[in-house]
């Protein structure tokens, strides 16, 4: 007989009585999916794995401790035989025929009246792959193929516009520390779909390089030294792109909201009436000191981290920085923005008594080719930032956590 190929279908269990028969590796890699599915789960098994124990346990499924038997698939919509038991497999496939249940089979594919694809999610898709006949299956091969799909679709690399849920409205994104491949998936996806981007000079900005030729692309470089565009301006811009109903992606550095002035966009956009969502993205704050071997926590050494901006030097009457009680703490003091000022941040570190040894450390444009890191102690820092040409964007880590790491070879 002519193999025909499988009909595609997407079943919508629930409520609906589904019958899984053997609770083994099939059935535990199974199951979750059928639990999300809302299915009302009957499992028939003598024994189960422990992962598939803890689903009954929490009342996800309904365990009958036994063996398979003729009625089991009574009041099945759909079945899932995978037991260790030939026979069993076979009589319970027979009795799935004969209530025209359709019943998927981990022994015999060719036995099988359901097969199950290969799925992935991908914000609000469901991609499912199958084999066109029983004999060509070969899971490897569509296990690959879904999961290039639902990672191009992830990563922004395969990219299908939305044409019916795409709302204009502004993105704000935060793109990560610098590395490309460190932005959310969620957020390189809108990136790829958007008309307009609003960037910064800090961020993945390698990623600007793969957007079509038709995105806008607008720096908003808020350079620490130099020509900067007022944040009124960006809002302005942000407003403006959007009200046209195209979408805008605005991308930040690291985090939106770390030092990223990410809530004033939103007042003003919420002001104008433009929708906008926020993407979070990885602080520079933890991630470069991690990229550089130093966590910012270690048990039994720092207990705490503190991350203060550098901007505005301590003896600054604008500061609103408690540095004095900073330097009561014992655990990791994590300074963005701080090049310029940690000769004065040390100081009075040191004035209001933190040791001088304190180890520090200085890690230059983390995450990115150009990452370096300097070492010093607080009383050292300054004179060593300064004769190493250290540069901003830095992140300043001071405390004893520096030297946890294994020992580096330069
Ligand atoms: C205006 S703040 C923005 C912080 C950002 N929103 C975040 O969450 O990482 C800019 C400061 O972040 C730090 N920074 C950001 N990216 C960095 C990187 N790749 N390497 C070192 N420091 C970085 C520097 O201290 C820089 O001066």
Redesign the pocket.
């Known amino acids: 007989m002519a193999e025909h190929p499988a009909y595609p279908v997407g079943l919508r269990l629930t409520g609906r009585r589904v019958v899984v028969l053997g609770a083994g590796q099939v059935a535990q890699r199974r199951l979750p999916a059928l639990i999300a599915a809302g299915a009302d789960i009957l499992l028939v098994s003598p024994e189960a794995t422990p992962s598939v124990e803890a689903m009954a346990d929490a009342g996800e499924i309904t365990w009958e401790k036994r063996p398979y038997a003729e009625g089991d698939l009574a009041n099945a919509w759909y079945a899932l035989i995978a037991t260790s038991d030939p026979e069993a497999n076979t009589a319970a496939s027979t009795e799935a025929e004969r209530n025209q249940v359709f019943c998927v089979r981990s022994d015999d594919a060719d036995q099988a009246t359901a097969w199950t694809p290969a799925t992935g999610h991908s914000e609000g898709v469901t991609v499912a792959v199958l084999t066109t006949d029983a004999r060509g299956r070969d899971p490897r091969h569509t296990a690959a193929i879904r999961d290039a799909v639902v990672a191009g679709l992830r990563d922004g690399t395969l990219v299908a516009p939305h044409h019916r849920t795409r709302t204009p409205g502004v993105a704000l994104v935060?793109g990560?520390?610098?590395d490309p491949d460190l932005i959310t998936v969620r957020g390189r996806r809108l990136l790829a779909e958007a008309d307009v981007v609003i960037t910064?000079h800090?961020?993945p900005r390698d990623l600007l390089a793969e957007l079509s030729p038709n995105v806008e692309v607008i720096d908003a470089a808020?350079l620490?030294y130099g020509r900067f565009m007022a944040q009124e301006a960006i809002n302005n811009a942000l407003i403006e792109h959007a009200k046209q109903g195209k979408s805008v992606v605005r991308l930040?550095?690291?985090?939106?909201?770390?030092?990223?002035?990410?809530m004033e966009e939103v007042q003003a956009l919420a002001e104008a009436g433009v929708p906008c969502t926020v993407v979070p993205?990885?602080?520079?704050?933890i991630?470069?000191p991690g990229a550089a071997g130093i966590p910012v926590t270690h048990r039994g050494v720092a207990h705490e981290f503190t991350v203060v901006?550098?901007?505005i030097a301590p003896d600054d009457e604008r500061s609103l920085v408690d540095w004095p009680a900073l330097a009561r703490l014992t655990g990791t003091l994590v300074?963005?923005?701080?090049?310029g000022t940690i000769g004065k941040v040390a100081e009075t570190l040191i004035a209001h008594g933190k040791s001088p040894d304190t180890p520090v450390a200085v890690?230059?444009?983390?995450?990115?080719a150009g990452?370096r890191r300097v070492d010093a102690t607080l009383a050292t820092v300054a004179e060593t930032v300064r004769t190493q040409e250290v540069k901003?964007?830095?992140?300043?880590v001071i405390g004893e956590v520096v030297d946890v790491g294994p020992k580096r070879h330069a």
């Not at 930040?252 to 990410?262: L, T």
């Not at 300074?335 to 090049?339: A, E, H, S």
């Not at 901003?392 to 300043?396: G, L, R, T, Y």
Request: aromatic share 4%; proline share 9%; no cysteine.
């Open positions: 935060g990560g520390p610098g910064d800090l961020g808020k620490p930040k550095g690291g985090d939106p909201f770390v030092y990223g002035r990410g993205g990885i602080s520079s704050s991630s470069v901006s550098g901007h300074i963005l923005m701080g090049v890690v230059q444009e983390g995450t990115t990452q901003a964007p830095s992140v300043i």
